[in-house]
């Protein structure tokens, strides 16, 4: 298969994903300098990236498989459609905004509004899995798929203020030894039971390959599970009766 290596440095974003574009094959990019739209709306490449790609890498995203060797900026997978995104560091604000398909892993933290407005139909259910913690208003707004937090490295609690604020659909899963706090009242929580655990588990296992971890570590700490409150009144607008 073709190779190409693409040099970003300073290169201005639009150039860079012009020869994005321009590329067939498998892609490595270095130097990269915070350079934005990194891959949005391409598909069948596989992407390596070496640095900090900028805001919206992967936006669109339609089956390319992107790693990211370093930290990833702002709203990375923005509307994904399908493929992967793998970060070996941490990531940004409102990762996986609007995600509707595909799935995204980081091997660190993420930033504020973690997979806000993500949502599913039919056979497109997107997954986020976050190694270490996660900012305030995790899963905002959720409409479908599946977030996993982790908290690898993390001593207390993994998520923070208002998780699953507004949520009407999907699952967050929380990796911690104490059921999280201060939840709205449009959460329900609940220890996952074998059953919520078994549609996950592959995806652990997925994450731990990908990342070179123990998945029995993983498996060690009890998994507490978020759904939106039967009595949710954002059921009635977003969902029928």
Request: aromatic letters at 8%; proline letters at 5%; hydrophobic letters at 35%.
């Amino acid at each position: 298969m073709t190779q190409t290596v693409l040099r970003a440095g300073g290169k201005y974003f639009k150039l860079l994903n012009d020869e994005v574009r321009a590329a067939s094959g498998d892609i490595t990019i270095e130097d990269c300098a915070g350079q934005r739209y990194i891959a949005a709306g391409q598909r069948g490449k596989n992407i390596t990236i070496n640095g900090t790609p900028g805001n919206a890498l992967g936006a669109y995203l339609d089956g390319c498989h992107i790693t990211v060797n370093g930290n990833a900026q702002d709203a990375t997978g923005d509307t994904m459609n399908d493929g992967m995104i793998v970060i070996n560091g941490s990531a940004g604000d409102a990762l996986g905004y609007g995600m509707r398909g595909g799935k995204i892993y980081v091997r660190g933290y993420s930033g504020y509004r973690t997979g806000i407005h993500m949502k599913e139909y039919k056979d497109k259910v997107p997954v986020i899995i976050v190694g270490g913690a996660v900012g305030s208003f995790l899963g905002e707004y959720q409409a479908g798929g599946t977030i996993i937090v982790l908290g690898l490295g993390v001593p207390d609690f993994t998520v923070d203020r208002f998780t699953g604020t507004g949520q009407h659909g999907g699952r967050i899963f929380v990796r911690q030894r104490k059921p999280p706090e201060n939840l709205p009242p449009q959460v329900a929580l609940s220890g996952a039971t074998d059953d919520d655990m078994a549609g996950i588990v592959p995806l652990l296992g997925e994450y731990a390959a990908v990342f070179s971890l123990p998945l029995d570590e993983i498996m060690a700490v009890p998994f507490y599970l978020l759904r939106p409150n039967a009595n949710n009144p954002y059921n009635s607008m977003y969902t029928p009766n």
